[in-house]
């Protein structure tokens, strides 16, 4: 699952348009998904986004499933504790009982969890649009001329770049197990897991102090300058 995002976001059609615009468009869009209680209002939105990201910006539809794979999981999970949890049987039908602790599903949860899932998912292709075609470089100077609290945006940066190492560590890890056969049954399976994650966590503070130690030795005073790109010519 291990992508490029940078190098996505500098190679496709649409990473030398205005980042202005490309800025509006996704927000403005997000939040009118957010406000507005339709579903085929949100399809329409999944949809359009998807369009722009695969057919307009030329981003590979692989790329654009796998960055969308792990918000898809979060709302799958989300929206079937909010089918089966959110349940009024005064004011709804009652659909499917699932004869369990008096867990049912009524026709308001079921329209609650669709609609939420899909909502969320719609709003998520408005960040995935803006993520995928504009180099954070461009994000960030917009912010900057925006006059966003310089703070927001140092943390912005530090998390995005540590973000990157996070994973980096998790798939070199991974690697190093599957190499030596730490998956190959389900007991051994579990234990790499163990390892992974406990192996992870303290690599993750290493890094950080790493990270402090960087800044510091540059004189960091609560100020990351920014890099303008500039517009390549054609």
Known sequence: MKFDIDNIAHNNKLSETNAYVKIIISISIMLITLFMNNLYLDLFVLLLMSVLVVVIARVSLRNYLKFLSIPVAFAVISCIFLVFFFTNTN????????????????????????????????????????????????????LYKLKVPVIFIDISLLMYNTIFIFLDQLFTMRNAQETRLGYVGTKSTYKSLGFLFSNLFFRSLDKSETLQCSLDSRCYQGYLPVYKPKRRNK
């Open 91 to 142: 004011t709804s039908t009652v659909i499917y009982d699932t004869g369990f602790w008096g867990i049912v599903v009524t026709q308001n949860s079921l329209d609650l969890g669709v609609n939420t899932f899909f909502r969320a998912m719609a709003c998520f292709s408005c960040l995935g649009f803006l993520t995928l075609t504009t180099p954070i470089a461009n994000i960030l100077q917009c």
